[in-house]
């Protein structure tokens, strides 16, 4: 059974930073592309970033271009998100996820992924 565990969730100040990290367990994800949604109270959720299947290429929503660096280590199975110079806006639940091998290509789309973790909660205090 795949599983998508995320950790590092929590309340920092405006201009602080928060590093996420997600290891994906059952199943190979070396071939496949990874990425970070979130999703605000009342909001849809929406594309953070993504990293196709060997970090060659990545994807950035414009909201958090040169503040946010996604990264991934195959051999561990992890993906992470570093945030930095957080905002109130980045307040969310994050999610990561994952698209079902072989499609590695770094996707925006959320219908994309076929697994998905089950969140952890970002809150950004002015």
Known sequence: QVQLVEAGGGLVQAGGSLRLSCVASGGTFSRASMGWFRQAPGKEREFVAAVNWNSASTAYADSVKGRFAVSRDNAKNT???????????????????????????????????????????????S
């Open 79 to 125: 993906l992470s998100l570093q945030m930095n110079n957080l905002k109130p806006e980045d307040t969310s639940v994050y999610y990561c996820t994952a698209r079902a091998p072989p499609y590695g290509g770094a996707a925006t789309e959320a219908k994309l992924y076929k697994y998905w973790g089950q969140g952890t909660q970002v809150t950004i205090s």
